[in-house]
């Protein structure tokens, strides 16, 4: 039996039948949870969110050209029928549409797997969307069909609906796995399965839950456990933890491959800044190579490649001023690579780090952004001016300016309407400056104020 047909969805789901199709045996053509992105054809799964209920948006998805609901068992747009009204497209009702959601990636897996599509994970610390961003690159410029993760989608929604769009026939999907919880990597994983686990790295992530690296490694290395007999582990710099992925691997059905391997040098002369991405890139080969890409078309692939946005992304405002934008996310570890890139990438200018809270760290959080701030104080780095922003702000300026005085520092505890053209008030024509943060912090709001001041941005702009 096809796999997206009404019958076989309904078995999959143990659904009961609202309203049940004319014809058992027809298919539909995928599934989609956003009624503005839904594709004619397509099931709507309605989830039940924080801020949201999908249900309150059934009918715009039949109007859209939806084939079919999956609706929970129930939330009040039901009392009456849908939205009021029994419509005459098949409503599936299930327990929870989440739950739903998750059991048909889990058995969908096995049909990519009889399709032959190559699943790959991609787990770790640091990394894990430019990592899968550029597996995607390179093994679609060498010849290869596949999809990825659109987007960051990498939590208990964004994995399942990752595997349901590929397609069996395709040669693999790039799969990336998060997670901020402990045990959460262990339950996506077993729904991706993956024939090729990748862990980009182990750092100082999400301590407010995972409390010490010894948690976060723990975290990041069940995806091990998961892999695909005869599949393959791919690890990037774990120096501390390559010894159990050895253990793993010897008492396992699947082969280990460093990044560092020396048939794996990635180009120099890429549009990736910093040692981290040459990290990711040399990742990226070694994938490459075990999907069946070919040196030189993964090689060319990665010389042409641009970052996903917001991560390490170059950009001239004007003629005076470049930024670089790293502001996706960040905790310590990425927060001190992308100081790295700053003093590789602005020699005879000013260095301005423009830098905001890390967070989740927990207990560590104070600790942790005085770290920040002594490191970009000139051992090894040296920023000429530190413009901090968030709550732990004056944290981080006060462990600066012993070394660079107060002069050079200032602290923006609050974001306020203003503070966007205070801070492009305190750049100087020939700045070379890094704005980097946790997502939540969205740095990029300064973005405008500096184009007004200095220009447009021109150039280097991400794939």
Known sequence: MAFWTYQNIADVTQGTWLVEPEDLGAEVTGLWHDTREIKEG???????????????????????GAALAIVSTDPPSLEGGVGGRVPSQPVLQVDDTVV????????????????????????????????????????????????QSPKSFN???????????????????????????????????????????????????????F???????????????????????????????????????????FGLSLYSEPDNEPPKDSHLLGEHNQQNAAITGVVARLVGAKFPDWYEALRAV?????????????????????????????????????????????????????????????????RVGAYAQGIPIMLDQLIAIGGYAQSMVDAFIPAKGIQEAIAFPEWTDDLPNQVAELLQPGDTVLLKASRGMRLERLIP???????????????
């Open 42 to 64: 397509q099931a709507y799964l309605a989830i039940q969110g924080d801020n949201f209920d999908g249900h309150d948006f059934i009918d715009k998805a039949f109007d859209a």
């Open 100 to 147: 739903t959601l998750q059991d048909l990636a889990r058995a969908y897996r096995d049909e990519l797997k009889a399709g032959g599509c190559k699943v790959i994970g991609i787990a770790g610390s640091n990394g894990k969307t430019t990592t899968r961003h550029l597996i995607h690159h390179v093994l679609t410029h060498a010849g290869l069909e596949g999809t």
């Open 155 to 209: 939590n208990h929604l964004g994995v399942p609906l990752t595997l349901l769009s590929a397609k069996p026939e395709h040669d693999f999907v790039a799969c990336e796995i998060g997670t901020n919880h402990p045990g959460e990597i262990d339950f996506l994983a077993a729904i991706v399965r993956p024939d090729i686990a990748v862990i980009t790295s182990i750092g100082e992530e999400h301590l407010e839950f």
């Open 211 to 253: 409390k010490d690296l010894e948690g976060v490694a723990k975290e990041e290395l069940s995806i091990i456990s998961h892999i695909q007999p005869g599949g393959d582990v791919v690890v990037g710099p774990m120096q501390f933890w390559i010894s159990k992925v050895r253990q793993l691997a010897e008492n396992g059905a």
């Open 306 to 370: 641009k970052p996903p946005p917001h991560r390490c992304v170059p950009m001239a405002f004007g003629s005076s001023v470049t930024v670089i934008d790293d502001c996706y996310n960040a905790n310590p570890t990425s927060m001190i690579a992308a100081l790295h890139v700053l003093e590789q990438h602005s020699p005879g200018t000013r260095r301005v780090g423009i830098l905001g809270d890390m967070f989740e760290l927990g207990s560590q959080a104070d600790e942790a952004h005085r």
């Open 449 to 463: 104020a500096i184009e007004r001041r200095f220009g447009p941005a021109q150039g280097n702009e991400p794939t």
